[in-house]
């Protein structure tokens, strides 16, 4: 069904461009995401947010000299690599799409990575895939995503202890795929900063004691003590049983850990314990939610302002580019994303062709706080609290 | 200094939590060795019983502390106790009378007994869920700690503090008194006698005049409330959660083996190796390596000999180790 009215819509609109016949060829964006299969109520409104920068950049009538600006549909599926290959060679081969905003999975990307971008050298740009592993991938410079890696959080942590001159933390992490990938991606950051990790202990989830397992933390020592888990199951169990003992005082707390049942439980015992969540301060994100209001979905569902940001992006860095050539504005991606320039919230899209038509710089913010790094990924916004009287109290953003 | 440091370490994180835990280990033993004795079978539900009484326990503690009702510094629980207890034999009894008896007519096989009483467990564990629901529970109040780490580590004007919860006080004292009690019960009293004579031989004890039923009752409501007392304590201790009552089973048959089966001395002996064993076999030495050699010969690794994620199989090579080697456990008890 799905494929069915893909097929209708696009079958669609190459009709529209034969009747159009105007003096410009469109500019074509694939909204490559996985409309059928397990996200694809995630998936509605983050296609909505794409089209609805596409739509605000082609009214505009600025890019590259008034081109109209098109959304083209694919599904990527999430856990359909076949098929995902298959939508997005359709995309570039057949409909000629000059970039791609998707895909939604992490699995998928890969698979249309490989297959599709690299082959035929088209930038594409995901809005939600954050498996770590794309940080490595061989991309030769095509792919960016505005989504943080899930390793990023490591990093932030990393950061956070060598700027509060902690040298040495012992790390605990529940036993299971966010556990694990959490606690390698901040022992890595951690010890490339030159921290030291003193052991590294996994707990399972849904025991009554974790007297053993902070006995084992405490034996190696360290200033703090990481717990990579979850605040209302074993996390809750380590912290508890290291206070009893005296082991450690003081805990980072990473995204999983942050929540108000844990001050209410503890009280002022965790003063000084560190938190790391997802969070902006940035306007963007508010700004993206009214821009939405009365178009059908909500400007603040998770991944609709990244979804916004990819489509945002593409464009613009054609504007800076001159060119809808994947193999030249793919350069200048990161240009349009990071400082210097005049900052671009949701909404100013016009006023940020306008700027790069007269040769000035934008710093594209969004409606994520966008800041893309290496190699190609947003670096994620990151709240750091710390609990002082037994309340979270926000201290930056990182 | 340093080697006081060492001991100091070694006591908070090892001997503490150990005999703690090794006294709760104790009630739910003393429990399964005594059932084992009387009525000849490896009571499987004795982990949800003791789970049953401490949900009653529980609730009993909310109602109180609800009232207003309390005798701090100790924990509420303490008051409510009784009326797990009373539960837990209640519910004992009943499972008696519902089904183990009709199989003690039958003079089923030990192996049916057991198999039987893993359907109890079922039962009784889906009672539990139902009324209380699979969640975490805490339920402990007062006082936490008779001596806190950093109070302690000042006290003692060492670098490692030896932090004792209340909890654990109670938990000893109240196994000793528990223990003392039940051992003059089975060595002084007519009950107890008639109860030992019907565990050494049950059909010259029916020759001379004891009442099988009533010594069946006997153990029923001795076994329940020791269990009721367990749980609590386990539960005061740690935190409550009715998943845990099926994981500890383990560690109390582990120690009702290793003891001897139907040997109430042989079932705390095993119930404290069983718990020494299990913290000692995954603690870490690193720290207390540190402390006692010369600075430079800090060890770089944990010294642990099995990740604490093994806890378990330590009961489990415990029991291998003891069927194979000496069946009849440390004080010759019955082969199973």
Known sequence: MGKLSTLLFSAALSTAVVAGASAQEQVKIGMLQGFTGPTESLVKPMALGGELAIKEVSDSGLLLGGREVVSVRGDSTCIDAAAATAAADRLVTSDGVHGINGATCSGATTAILNNVVRANGIVMISPSATSPALSEIEDDGYFFRTAPSDARQGQIIAEILDRRGIKSAALTYTNNDYGKGLADAIQAAYEAKGGKITAVAAHEDGKADYSAEIGTLASAGGEVLIVAGYLDQGGKGIIQASLDTGAFDKFVLPDGMVGEALTDNFGDMLDGSIGTNPGTDSPGASMLAELASGKGFKGDDPYVPEAYDASALLLLAMQSAGSTDSAVYKDHILKVANAPGEKIYPGELAKALQILADGGDIDYVGGTALELIEPGESAGSFRETEIKGGKWETEMYH | ?336
């Open chain 2, 1 to 336: 200094m340093e080697i006081l440091n060492a001991l100091a370490l070694f006591t908070n994180f090892v001997v503490v939590p150990a005999t703690a835990y090794g006294a709760q280990l104790a009630l739910g033993a003393l429990g399964v060795t005594l059932i084992f004795g009387i009525l000849r079978f490896a009571n499987f539900a004795h982990g949800e019983l003791m789970s049953f009484g401490t949900m009653i326990t529980i609730l009993v503690t909310w109602f109180l502390q609800n009232m207003g009702v309390s005798i701090a510094p100790f924990p509420t629980a303490l008051l409510a106790l009784p009326i797990g207890i009373l539960a837990a034999i209640s519910m004992a009894l009943v499972m008696d009378r519902m089904v183990f008896r009709f199989y003690r007519k039958q003079r089923s096989n030990p192996i049916v007994f057991a198999i039987v009483s893993v359907g109890v467990m079922f039962l009784i564990a889906g009672i539990i869920r139902i009324v209380i629901g699979p969640a975490d529970q805490s339920f402990a109040d007062g006082e936490r700690f008779i001596i806190g780490a950093i109070d302690s580590r000042r006290a003692l004007g060492l670098d490692e503090g030896i932090a004792i919860k209340q909890s654990q006080l109670i938990t000893v004292v109240v196994t000793a008194i528990v223990v003392a009690w039940l051992f003059w019960f089975l060595q002084k009293t007519r009950s107890g006698k008639a109860m030992r004579a019907y565990s050494d031989d049950e059909d010259l004890a029916l020759l001379s005049g004891i009442n099988p039923e009533r010594v069946v009752m006997i153990c029923w409501i001795i076994a329940a409330a020791l269990a009721a007392i367990a749980g609590t304590l386990y539960g005061l201790d740690k935190t409550y959660k009715p998943f845990i009552f099926l994981q500890i089973l383990l560690p109390i048959f582990a120690a009702t083996i290793l003891g001897g089966i139907g040997q109430p001395v042989g079932a705390i002996l095993g119930a404290f190796i069983v718990a020494f064993s299990e913290v000692t076999v995954t603690y870490a030495f690193k720290k207390f390596l540190t402390y006692l050699g010369p600075t430079d010969w800090a060890p770089d690794g944990l010294v642990q000999l099995l990740s604490t994620d093994y806890k378990f199989a330590v009961s489990f090579i415990i029991l291998v180790a003891v069927l194979l080697i000496r069946p009849t456990g440390i004080i010759r008890g019955k082969v199973i």
